[in-house]
């Protein structure tokens, strides 16, 4: 089975049981809000889950200044909208429940607003109008900087999964809870786990510290954390296998975009710094969402 998960199953009449923590995906239309569509109801087949379309048709604010026969014919197309939607991917996944919900307000309020705890958000990287702005403007900084629960952000034509591992970007202890997500991930599609993590190049007078690594340097004791996190995750969820891996380069981002190359998906925490006004992500996250080659989930905060 690849990565998209065509291959259902399910009891006699076709039905499969449904667990908690739906997966929630924007539709708008675009060819990517299309493509992140599919790989949600993947994800809710594997989880054997429900999952719920959502359009947001953002006319809350514009009764004001626009026709009720406009925003009749605006809803209307909405409604169609989900209803292909819903048919496609129902006969790509039989037994899949799938829910539809047209909604007055804008996009990244609908889904914030949706997302219970437990539960995914998952959009495309682009598009048009509504939804269309992810990842390109406020509406999408917005949503996965503020979000309760994890966001996928996916980007391009999701990969087989055969053989691809699932990356997890860590820095130290304290990534144990999205290092555990992405074991989970790995778990369900029978990958192993790969933590990555960066050593950056650290400046120094007449040169640069050495990250061909002893036991003793900072680079060594970097890697020996790392170790720790994996064996942390092998004893919470001993499923997948999981390998290790430490970077040196001055670019964590850069890293992570060329392991994303040969991922099935790649997981990485929200690490606001609590230093900006508004919504923000992380400069390595923001870079990351803009140029990866595979899907991106992003944990929350710790709130």
Request: with cysteine; proline share 7%; glycine share 14%.
């Amino acid at each position: 089975m690849g990565e998209d998960g065509s291959q259902a199953g399910g009891g006699p009449d076709g039905r499969r049981p449904t667990a908690p923590g739906r997966i929630v995906a924007g539709v708008d239309g675009s060819d990517p809000a299309h493509i992140a569509a599919q790989w949600a109801a993947a994800q809710a087949h594997r989880r054997n889950t429900a999952l719920h379309l959502v359009h947001a048709v953002g006319t809350t604010r514009e009764t004001l200044f626009t026709s009720e026969e406009t925003i009749r014919l605006v809803r209307s197309a909405g409604e169609r909208l989900l209803s292909v939607t819903r048919d496609r991917l129902t006969a790509r996944f039989p037994g899949l429940e799938v829910t539809c919900e047209l909604v007055s307000s804008g996009p990244q309020e609908a889904l914030r607003g949706l997302a219970a705890p437990g539960e995914t958000l998952v959009v495309g990287s682009r598009g048009q109008g509504g939804f269309g702005s992810l990842m390109l403007g406020s509406v999408g900084l917005g949503l996965v900087s503020d979000s309760p629960v994890p966001v996928v952000v996916v980007r391009g034509e999701p990969a087989d999964g055969t053989g691809r591992p699932v990356v997890a970007a860590v820095r130290d202890e304290d990534d144990r809870p999205w290092a555990v997500m992405a074991a989970q991930e790995a778990a369900l599609r029978g990958v192993g786990l790969r933590l990555l993590s960066v050593w950056g190049l650290v400046p120094q007078v007449g040169g640069v510290v050495s990250l061909l690594d002893g036991s003793g340097t900072a680079a060594g004791r970097h890697r020996e954390r790392i170790e720790s996190l994996a064996e942390a995750v092998r004893a919470e969820l001993p499923g997948p296998a999981v390998e290790v891996a430490v970077e040196p380069s001055a670019s964590a981002a850069g890293v992570l975009v060329d392991a994303s190359r040969e991922a099935v998906l790649l997981v990485m925490g929200n690490r606001r710094s609590g230093r900006t006004l508004g919504p923000s992500v992380g400069r390595t996250a923001h870079a990351v969402l803009h140029h990866a080659h595979c899907p991106v989930l992003v944990a929350p905060a710790p709130r």
